[in-house]
C-alpha cells in the first residue's frame, strides 16, 4: 500500500496495515524496575487528538492553537526539536456539544509526502521535508461534503495512486483523489449515509472482492 518503509516507521494512524499491529522483534517483556529511560520530553507543541506518525527521523503530529489554527508539524525523532510548521485552516464544528474541539486526524506519510485532514475538513498533501503545501482541498466546499458533530477525524487512507477520504453528505459518502494532484478520481455514495462518521477507512477483501469500510 505504501512505499518502502523501515521497520520502526509508523508512517499512518495505526500503523502500516492500519491494524494496530507491531512487527518489530526483540522487545522487551517488562519494563526495567526504574521504568524506561527518558530520552527526551517536549511541552508546546498545541493541542488536539491526533496520534503521531514516524517514519525515519521524523514525527509528524496534527496540532491546533486556539480555534483558528490548525497546524501539522515535523519534529526530530532525536531530540523532540520542531523542524517546521505548517498551517492549514481553522478547527471545525467548535460549538459541539459536549464540546471537545480541536485537531483529531493522524497524518498519512507515502513517500515524500503526507497527507493531513483537519477537522474542518481542510486536506493538505505536503512535502514532509520542506512542509511546504503541493495541494489542498475542502471536504465540505469541494464536496458538499457534511462533518459529524464532532467535527472530521479520519485519518487519510493511501491505496496505490488515489487518497480515499469520507467528506459525508448527499453527493460524496468516500471520493477518492489523485494522490499527485489532488483531482477527483471518483466518489461514491452510500445509501443511508448522511454526515461523516468518525472512523477511518480500511482496505478490506471480502469473497475475493476489494472493498473500502470503516475501522473496528
Known sequence: MLGSLLAANWPQWRGPERDGISKETGLLKQWPEAGPQLVWQVDGLGDGFSTPAIVGDRVYLISNEGLENEFV???DTKNGQQIWSKRIGKVGEPDQKPSYPGARSTPTVDGDVLYA??????????DRHSGDIRWQKNLPTDFAGK???WAYS???LIDGDVVVVTP???TATLVALNK???EEVWKSQVEGSDEAAYASIVI?????V???GPSQ
Do not use: F, R
Request: with cysteine; proline share 6%.
Open 154 to 156: 479520519e485519518s487519510p
Open 147 to 149: 462533518p459529524g458533530e
Open 168 to 170: 459525508g453528505g448527499e
Open 117 to 126: 485532514l483537519g477537522s474542518a475538513g481542510d486536506l493538505a498533501c505536503i
Open 204 to 208: 478490506l477483501e471480502v469473497g475475493s
Open 210 to 212: 476489494k472493498q473500502y
Open 180 to 182: 499527485q494532484t489532488g
Open 73 to 75: 508539524q515535523a519534529l
